[in-house]
């Protein structure tokens, strides 16, 4: 199975601060016949489902503010927040789909300062 | 609007068996392939299982193959999970979503196997 390390694995800020989020897989999630990497990011706030943010790594599923973006490739990947508002406060996860079983990350924790 | 809404859930004990059901609508439910993801109390997501767009391939987690069954309605615009044998660790919420990259997400339907 690949698995995913999110790092950190909490993380405390004030409003208005850029954020980074890291996650590495322990393989390559690149694949050659398209070069895409096989790597999804979701927000979910307590109580609520999962919502899509990115997905081929660095590309913003419709609606996801610019303030999201997505980074990195082959095995070592960044969620960057700029400017964060209270409303993004939540867990986020990484997900690679490039092979079964897909695997998340354990999840980063975005809290107030 | 897209939409999908998962029923079936509850109590149930150990070994027994449950049929989840998820309903889509607001896209064309057989252009996709579909997945369940489960999230057990306070921790992360988990893959469970997928299926093709007709139905033909499936695949599944290891701690569920031979007891799970992931299914299909294209007519209905329908997913299904048939879990049999169930044990206490598949207590968690159960999540319908669009398979690889899931664009969209069910509200969940909470599994808990306890006796």
């Known amino acids: 199975d690949i698995v995913m390390t999110q790092s950190p694995s909490s993380l405390a800020v004030s409003a208005g601060e850029t954020v980074t989020i890291n996650c590495k897989s322990s393989?390559?999630?690149?694949?050659?016949?398209?070069?895409?990497?096989?790597l999804a990011w979701y927000q979910q706030k307590p109580g609520q489902s999962p919502k899509l943010l990115i997905y081929w790594a660095s590309t913003r599923q419709s609606g996801v503010p610019d303030r999201f973006i997505g980074s990195g490739s082959g095995t070592d990947f960044t969620l960057t927040i700029s400017s964060v508002q209270a409303e993004d406060l939540a867990i986020y996860y990484c997900?690679?789909?490039?092979?079964?079983?897909?695997?998340f990350g354990a999840g980063t924790k975005l809290e107030l300062k | 609007e897209v939409q999908l809404v998962e029923s079936g859930g509850g109590l149930v004990q150990p070994g027994r068996s449950l049929k989840l059901s998820c309903a889509a609508s607001g896209f064309t439910f057989s252009d996709y392939y579909m997945a369940w993801v489960r999230q057990a109390p306070t921790k992360g997501l988990e893959w469970v299982a997928s299926i093709s767009y007709d139905g033909g391939s499936t695949y599944y987690r290891d701690s569920v193959k031979g007891r799970f069954t992931i299914s299909r309605d294209n007519a209905k615009s329908s997913l299904y999970l048939q879990m049999d044998s169930l044990r206490s660790e598949d207590t968690a919420t159960y999540y319908c979503?669009?398979?690889?990259?899931?664009?969209?997400w069910g509200q969940g339907v909470m599994v808990t196997v306890s006796s």
């Open positions: 979503t669009t398979d690889r990259w899931a664009w969209t």
């Open positions: 393989q390559s999630l690149l694949y050659s016949g398209n070069q895409k990497n096989y």
């Open positions: 997900q690679q789909y490039y092979d079964t079983p897909y695997t």
